[in-house]
Each structure stands twice: as structure tokens, then as C-alpha cells.
């Protein structure tokens, strides 16, 4: 069965450090743009951060500078550095794979997804 483990959330104090690890099981994620997401109570599913299958990485606004992407097409992972963490980061982060070429953290454009991390920034 094919699918996607989230891993690494956690309670976090603000100006705190996490890091998120997104890991294929039953397929490669070499050949798929993977993305991260996350999802506050209340609020619609926003994109984070996707990384290209070449490696290139996007981000949107109000994570640049803190967040860094990656992915190890070894161990079939991709990762989400967190840094200087802020309470308004705390949401469930999930990661899914888009066979989408440019840049997109439109949610429409991915399609398997999985169950999701908790983090919670919070002094």
C-alpha cells in the first residue's frame, strides 16, 4: 500500500526549533515534486514549502528565511527544517507528492497525501 508518513511535530517554545521528516512508503518520491502543508484550526490548508524533483525549493512568504527543505531520494524522505518558530506556525503539517513540473503549493495540485504531524508553538 502506498503512502506518506509524517514525523518530527511536537510542542515547541517560540523562537524554537523543529524538524519535520516526510518518508514514501511502498513508492519512490524521486520522480514527484513533494510539498508541505499545514492546516490551523479553523482555517483552510495553506502551502508551506515544495521542493522540485531537481531539488529546487519554494517557499511561501511568511515562512522564508526560517523554513528549508530538502529531500535524501536514498532513504526516499524530504524534510522541513523549522526555525525561529512563531505561535502563528502551529497547525498540522502534512506533506504530499504532485507530478505538477513548476513551482505550486496549490493543495488542487497534489494528490496522495498523509495523515498529518501536530506542531504547536507555545511558551
Known amino acids: 500500500q502506498v503512502q506518506l508518513v509524517e514525523s518530527g511535530g511536537g510542542l515547541v517554545q517560540p523562537g524554537g526549533s523543529l524538524r519535520l521528516s516526510c518518508v514514501g512508503s511502498g513508492r519512490t518520491l524521486h520522480n514527484m515534486r513533494i510539498g508541505w502543508f499545514r492546516q490551523a484550526p479553523g482555517k483552510g490548508r495553506e502551502g508551506v514549502s515544495s521542493i522540485a524533483i531537481s531539488g529546487i525549493p519554494y517557499y511561501t512568504d511568511s515562512v522564508k528565511g526560517r523554513f528549508t527543505i530538502s529531500r535524501d531520494n536514498t532513504k526516499s524522505t524530504v524534510y522541513l527544517q523549522m526555525n525561529s518558530l512563531k505561535p502563528e506556525d502551529t497547525a498540522v503539517y502534512y506533506c504530499?507528492?504532485?507530478?505538477?513540473?513548476?513551482?505550486?503549493?496549490?493543495?488542487?495540485?497534489?494528490?496522495?497525501w498523509g495523515q498529518g504531524t501536530q506542531v504547536t508553538v507555545s511558551s
Open positions: 504530499a507528492t504532485s507530478s505538477v513540473l513548476v513551482p505550486t503549493l496549490n493543495p488542487s495540485h497534489y494528490d496522495l
